[in-house]
């Protein structure tokens, strides 16, 4: 279910002047989300249709939509979204989770998707505790796997703060090592996480000198840096 969308984007989609959807319902309970909102898609109203009424309005201005959320991949009407997308022309990014490997490697095989931006969150051992998946862990490395082994243009990135363990990132680092793009993005606390916490913003030199060991691992490492 769309839930909302961003009209316009610079920033969201490499390359590509986008909109952005968001979709309701996620299957990760992530301490830190910043879209606590869209967790739940019973507390979200379908707004399907006025996005479809507002990019047949954009064609020929924008080129491309990002899929975000929550998690779109975790709803019934994901392809009917993307098919509906590519109908009128725009290029699809998918932001995911990584948790449905099927799903997206359907999404691939179909050539339904252009880019795709994949978070690895931490260590595949504490995907249960730490952010609640009720699934198995080892889809977030079926994931990785069905992106490595394809041709559509992907990064791995991961949201780094007080709560990240140096385990979690040579973990990750094993994970996706020969990937071209890793991206690490500051977490910045925005006050309305899905469970309170204590957790903290590392500063840009904080955050580099725990992460730029990745280096090693990727074609080229990233950092995202936000403001309070």
Do not use: W
Request: proline fraction near 4%.
């Amino acid at each position: 279910m769309i839930t909302d969308f961003l009209p316009f984007s610079l920033i969201d989609f490499p390359g590509k002047l986008s909109s952005v959807v968001y979709f309701a319902g996620c299957n990760l309970r992530c301490p830190y989300c910043h879209n606590p909102e869209l967790v739940y898609p019973r507390d979200c109203v379908d707004r399907k249709k006025d996005f479809f009424s507002f990019l047949k309005s954009r064609k020929g201005l924008l080129e491309g939509v990002v899929l975000s959320g929550g998690e779109p991949t975790v709803g019934g009407d994901l392809l009917e979204v993307v098919n509906g997308i590519k109908d009128l022309g725009f290029s699809v990014k998918l932001d995911t989770n990584g948790t449905n490997p099927d799903v997206l490697s359907r999404l691939l095989s179909e050539n339904l998707v252009d880019y795709v931006a994949m978070d690895v969150k931490c260590g595949i051992s504490r995907y249960t505790d730490f952010l609640g998946f009720k699934g198995n862990p080892e889809k977030i490395i079926k994931s990785i796997e069905v992106l490595k082994n394809s041709s559509v243009d992907f990064e791995f990135r991961c949201t780094v703060g007080s709560f990240t363990k140096m385990e979690d990132l040579f973990e990750i680092a094993q994970l996706v090592k020969g990937a071209k793009i890793f991206v690490i993005q500051q977490y910045v606390k925005n006050g309305k996480e899905l469970i309170p916490n204590n957790f903290k913003k590392l500063d840009r030199e904080e955050l580099k000198k725990k992460a730029n060991f990745l280096r090693e691992y990727v074609g080229k490492l990233l950092y995202r840096f936000y403001e309070d």
